[in-house]
């Protein structure tokens, strides 16, 4: 939980289809709560998130081979999700592989 008054951090990539007018008169209208810090259109390397996909898919999502998505086992994902999500260290490790800071 965060503290009242404390601000959300957005780390957001610079794909294009997250550039609409629409999508930033949005964030723009949420800056009382909301810190945007974007990257790269290209930034896989600066963005954690990138980090969280390659270890699931090197474990839970490892050798899942379904023919259509309907055939994947409900909450794999998930399941694997929750688990980086609840190991703080990990988290963290992520972000320092960016080299970037809170």
């Not at 957001?12 to 609409?20: F, K, M, Q």
Request: net charge negative; proline share 5%; glycine share 8%.
């Amino acid at each position: 939980m965060s503290s009242a008054g404390a601000k959300l951090t957005l780390i957001w990539d610079g794909l294009p289809s997250h550039r609409s007018r629409a999508m930033s008169a949005y964030v723009a209208s949420q800056r009382s709560w909301l810190v945007v810090e974007r990257l790269p259109a290209y930034g896989h390397d600066l963005n954690p998130v990138e980090m969280i996909w390659g270890n699931l898919k090197s474990s839970e999502l490892a050798n899942l081979c379904p023919d259509t998505i309907d055939e994947a086992p409900l909450g794999v994902a998930d399941a694997g999700l929750e688990q980086i999500g609840g190991d703080s260290a990990l988290c963290f490790a992520f972000l320092r592989h960016t080299g970037l800071s809170l």
